[in-house]
């Protein structure tokens, strides 16, 4: 375990300057609060926090960040307050090891939301100040060095869970040094067989070519001095276990027929001799076709710069080259940690206080950040940050020249989105390179893409099964969710209006403003919306707003057994029906007596039908006045109110009365997708038999050699006892799927 005065003149061989008795305090004050505590390996537990901070000297930070290391579990693991801390060791810190604490009390069912939230609050910590970034990724790195003492499966959710989402923002980050070690530890334990195996690989193949790189490095090296290059240093590495597997399953490809396993990097003063470098590079050997980047003169966002080519050198062996300066590779190490950081004066104290780096990739994370931030639930908001955060990056132009980077396998609807949600939310076509393109054509390196826009377009939700980006993702979510509420919003103005009219009262938004409290929604648009939803009753809203309104309640009764049926409103009509229903309501009447079937909204001597498909007390329906035929009651399920989706007059705001006692049962029709063999049928009938609920009629179909489906028309009480029996079915071994057929 590393010693306090080890860390010390880790930080003092950088910094000698550096605040040796605030390092000192956080170490004791640590200490203390973690006490007799152990680590799963059985150290103290001091010796994690002591760790941690030693990766970080390794970058060079700063002696307030060694301490925010060095403290960042107390709040978390020991009887440590955000109060104490400012109050020891100042604001600055105290926030910093705040925002490294988990939100441990969620009232959230699922781990996944759990992951997402504590997710949330890290990154919103992390766009505050970037110091809480590097003490977590170091954090997670010691971590996973010392992953074994876990038990297998918290050892695999902790990988899975670094490799999705840690190394990839070390990635962003610019940091490849901590990404490739923290994507081979997740590697081991995710995939303990291929690890083993592409090491050992890699091992015989070390050992076969012994020498080999340290003689295409002397040639390299020998190629520049002689070229002028004097002070060119040249670096030759085998590739990690991990970015050899993710190549064979990319590219499917064997461990044999990889031809690039080696790569070298040539690191020079300046720009320019970056390009020299490459020509004379290119002028001794051949250049393998595809297989070069500038990253120099495009930079990636994550302020990444190098020349990437691959070349057919020494013993025509085919080599990847890095060619880059001293300062790029610093940054392509240490990412983020290797800018400058700034310090200005603190207003409210006078004292120096590090604020962030001026960097492409904090300023991109911090975009990132944003638009991950606009109110998706918590599983939205990690699927989106797995998808902004995993990708490998396109370039791509406006027609002005702007560069706009995306995801690999973006589409010029990302792009639209990336621009501005607005252009992405009325984008209906795209010119990739002056051409018209498909809106799912998938974007390269280079591609100049101009959008086409409507501003009576809406993203159609399929787009979202087309984007990859996690901003277009959301945006046309939200877009969706818009369109839906406006076409509740408008149906249930349409009810609102006919409930109203046929009360004689008139209906307006502005009487709803003063009852929204007493209909549980904060705004007007909420309230009309529920009502097209079925979340919220028409007569209660016409309660609400005018509270002396006394309802014709309707009820429907057989007669003395005509065929027809009695009507009777609460002020004493009574109207004879027709016994027409294609449903339950007659049959059912007439075999369990005359009993009421409660039904709100119906009025006038109008016929009653229900939908071929049935609807059972508990669904919301809708009534359609329908010519010739009367009403036809159809669950809001049924497709068939599709087309009547422009006759907004023929829709009648009906529904159960559940108040009343109901001694009526209904017809619904299921499917089941059941195994074809010998009992299945049998299984399957006395399990609703067994349910007290009727089969009214049977039909099989076969749909595979070992399946086959079932429709059954079911007479039931309502729609609670539907489910309670859906829900048996589906346990049935011999049941294979189980759903709700509506017509």
């Known amino acids: ?38 680590r799963a390996s059985g150290d103290p537990y001091i010796s994690h926090p002591l760790e941690v901070a030693a990766i970080l000297t390794d970058m060079r930070l700063d002696e307030s960040t060694i301490a925010v290391a060095l403290l960042h579990d107390t709040i978390e693991d020991t009887s440590a307050t955000r109060a104490e801390i400012d109050e020891l060791f100042g604001e600055d810190i105290g926030a910093l090891v705040e925002g490294l604490t988990k939100i441990k009390k969620l009232d959230l069912v699922s781990k996944k939301a759990k992951q997402a939230e504590n997710l949330r609050k890290l990154l919103l910590a992390i766009s505050d100040d970037v110091r809480v970034l590097l003490v977590k990724l170091a954090d997670r790195l010691h971590n996973m060095r010392t992953l074994d003492h876990m038990t297998p499966e918290k050892r695999a959710r902790i990988s899975e869970e670094t490799m999705d989402i840690y190394a990839p923002l070390a990635g962003r980050m610019g940091m490849q040094d901590m990404r490739e070690e923290l994507e081979n530890l997740s590697f081991r334990h995710i995939n303990p067989e291929a690890f083993e195996t592409v090491t050992r690989k890699l091992e015989e193949l070390s050992q076969r070519n012994e020498g080999l790189i340290r003689k295409i490095e002397d040639e390299l090296r020998e190629l520049l001095v002689t070229n002028g290059l004097s002070d060119a240093l040249v670096k030759g590495r085998q590739k990690t276990p991990y970015s050899v597997f993710r190549k064979m399953q990319s590219k499917s490809l064997s461990f044999e027929q990889l031809s690039d396993v080696y790569a070298f990097r040539i690191l020079v003063d300046d720009i320019p001799g970056c390009y020299a470098a490459l020509g004379i590079v290119h002028t001794r050997w051949r250049v393998v076709p595809g297989r070069f980047k500038d990253y120099i003169s495009t930079p990636k966002q994550n302020d990444y710069q190098s020349i990437h080519t691959t070349i057919v050198g020494p013993s ?22 290797a800018h400058s950081l700034y310090k200005d004066k603190d207003s409210t104290n006078g004292e120096e206080r590090t604020r962030s780096p001026r960097s492409n990739a904090y300023a991109m994370l ?113 877009a969706t969710r818009a369109a839906v509420r406006k076409q509740y919003s408008g149906l249930g103005y349409r009810i609102l209006e006919r409930t109203f009219d046929r009360a004689g009262k ?42 002396d309104y006394q309802d014709e309640r309707v009820t429907v009764k057989p007669s003395s057994g005509d065929g027809w049926f009695n009507m009777r409103s609460a002020a004493g009509m009574v109207f004879k029906l027709p016994g027409k229903t294609k449903a339950a309501l007659a049959e059912a009447a007439t075999e369990t007596g005359p009993e009421a079937l409660p039904i709100r909204g119906l009025s006038g001597n109008a016929e009653v039908h229900f939908s071929a498909g049935g609807a059972v007390p508990g ?6 006045m329908e010519k010739d035929k009367g009403i036809t009651i159809y669950p809001i399920q049924s497709p068939a109110l599709q087309k009547f989706d422009d006759e907004p007059e023929r829709w009648i705001d009906v529904r159960w009365d559940l108040d009343e006692a109901n001694n009526t049962r209904f017809m619904a029709r299921i499917m089941i997708n059941a195994l074809n063999e010998p009992g299945t049928l049998a299984e399957v009938t006395q399990t609703i038999a067994t349910s007290d609920v009727n089969i009214r009629s049977m039909s099989m179909t076969r749909v595979a050699a070992d399946f086959t489906e079932v429709h059954i028309d079911l007479e039931v009480w309502d729609l609670r006892q539907l489910n ?3 829900g048996q079915l589906k346990e049935l071994q011999c049941v294979s799927t189980i759903s709700r057929v509506f017509t």
């Open 506 to 547: 008139s209906f307006s938004r502005d009487g709803l403003k003063p009852v929204l409290h007493r209909l549980g929604h904060k705004d007007v648009e909420d309230a009309i919306a529920a009502v097209g939803r079925g979340e919220l009753s028409s007569l209660d809203v016409l309660r609400a707003v005018f509270p």
């Open 619 to 624: 669904d919301r329906i809708v009534g359609i």
């Open 724 to 726: 309670q029996l859906m």
């Open 366 to 478: 911090r975009r990132t950040i944003e638009s991950l931030a606009e109110g998706d639930n918590p599983e939205e908001f990690l699927e989106h940050t797995k998808l902004e955060l995993f990708q490998d990056q396109v370039f791509t132009f406006t027609p002005k020249g702007q560069l706009i980077t995306l995801p690999r396998g973006a589409t010029p609807i990302d792009f639209a989105y990336a621009v501005h949600t607005n252009i992405g939310d009325t984008c209906v076509g795209a010119k990739i390179n002056g051409r018209i393109m498909p809106l799912v054509t998938r974007l390269n390196n280079g591609d100049e893409v101009e959008i086409i826009r409507s501003g009576i377009q809406v993203p159609p939700p399929a787009w979202e099964e087309i984007v990859v980006t996690g901003k277009a993702r959301a945006a046309i979510r939200r």
């Open 1 to 38: 375990m590393m010693r306090q005065y080890e860390l010390v003149e880790r930080v003092q061989k950088y910094k000698p300057e550096a605040n040796e008795a605030l390092l000192n305090k956080a170490y004791v004050y640590a200490m203390q609060k973690h006490g007799q505590q152990k």
């Open 316 to 337: 025509r062996q085919r080599i990847e080259l890095q060619i880059r300066t001293k300062r790029m590779h610093e940054i392509a190490e240490y990412g983020i940690a």
